[in-house]
C-alpha cells in the first residue's frame, strides 16, 4: 500500500547550523507534499508544502525540494534556532480532499 | 486554527464502554478527517469525510465508526473501546472556503483518549 519513510527519527544540530529531513514516498500518483510541525502537546502545524509541478520552495528559512523521479521530497531549515525544536512530519497525498500518508516524525533538537 | 474545536479535549474511559468524540468547524469545511497519533507511528488517518453523510474508511478504520448529519460536526465513534485505543485523535479539515486547494488540511486541538 501507499507508504511515507521519513527520516532521521532524531536530528541534533547546534544553534546556528542546517537541519536536513529526507522523506521518501511509494505511490508515484502522489502530486502535494506537506511538511508539518508539531511541538510538544500541541497541534500539527503546516509551515510549508510543495505540489508535483514544483520542484522547490523556500520561505525564510525553510525550503522543501522535491524530486519526482527518485520519489522523494526534503525540508531544509537553516540558521536552525531553539524555536525550531519539535517533531516534524512529511506526508503525501495523489487527490484533492484524500487521504494525507504521514512518516513516522523527526525530533529536531537545536541545542543553544 | 481555521475553527476547528474538539470535546472532549480528555477523556478517560474503560475497555468494552463506547466512546465518541467530536469535531466542530465554523467555516463550512467540505472535508473532514480523524486520525489518531501514536509514537513511533507518526499520524494514521482512520476515516473521513467529503460532505454531509458522505464518509470513507482511512487505514486504521477498525474498531471505529464516524458520522456526519450535518457540515459543522463529525463524530468519531469508538463502539466497544479498547486498550489499544489508548491514543491522541485530532481532527482535520481541508477546503478552506477561501478558494485555496482543498488538499491542504488543518488540524484541531487534539484529544487525548485513555483506555484502561
Known amino acids: 500500500g501507499e507508504n511515507v519513510e521519513q527520516h532521521p527519527s532524531t536530528l541534533s544540530v547546534q544553534e546556528g547550523d542546517s537541519a536536513v529531513i529526507k522523506c521518501t514516498y511509494s505511490?508515484?500518483?502522489?502530486?502535494?507534499f506537506p511538511w508539518y510541525k508539531q511541538e510538544l502537546g500541541k497541534r500539527p502545524q503546516l509551515i510549508i508544502d510543495i505540489r508535483s509541478n514544483v520542484g522547490e520552495k523556500k520561505d525564510q528559512r525553510i525550503a522543501v525540494t522535491l524530486n519526482k523521479t527518485a520519489k522523494h521530497f526534503s525540508l531544509h531549515i537553516t540558521e536552525t534556532q531553539p524555536e525550531d525544536s519539535a517533531v516534524y512530519f512529511c506526508a503525501a497525498s495523489r487527490n484533492q480532499g484524500g487521504k494525507l500518508i504521514f512518516g513516522q516524525g523527526t525530533e529536531l533538537s537545536v541545542k543553544p | 486554527d481555521a475553527g476547528i474545536t474538539q470535546s472532549p479535549r480528555h477523556k478517560v474511559t474503560e475497555t468494552g464502554t463506547p466512546v465518541t468524540l467530536r469535531c466542530h468547524q465554523t467555516e463550512n469545511h467540505r472535508y473532514m478527517y480523524w486520525y489518531r497519533q501514536d509514537p513511533g507511528h507518526g499520524l494514521r488517518l482512520i476515516h473521513y469525510s467529503y460532505g454531509v453523510k458522505d464518509t470513507d474508511k482511512g487505514e486504521v478504520s477498525d474498531g471505529y465508526s464516524v458520522s456526519r448529519s450535518k457540515t459543522e460536526d463529525f463524530l468519531l465513534t469508538l463502539e466497544s473501546a479498547t486498550s489499544s485505543q489508548t491514543s491522541v485523535y485530532f481532527c482535520?479539515?481541508?477546503?478552506?472556503?477561501?478558494?485555496?486547494?482543498?488538499?491542504?488540511?488543518?488540524f484541531g486541538p487534539g484529544t487525548r483518549l485513555t483506555v484502561l
Open positions: 505511490d508515484s500518483a502522489s502530486n502535494y
Open positions: 482535520a479539515i481541508s477546503d478552506p472556503g477561501s478558494g485555496g486547494p482543498t488538499d491542504t488540511q488543518y
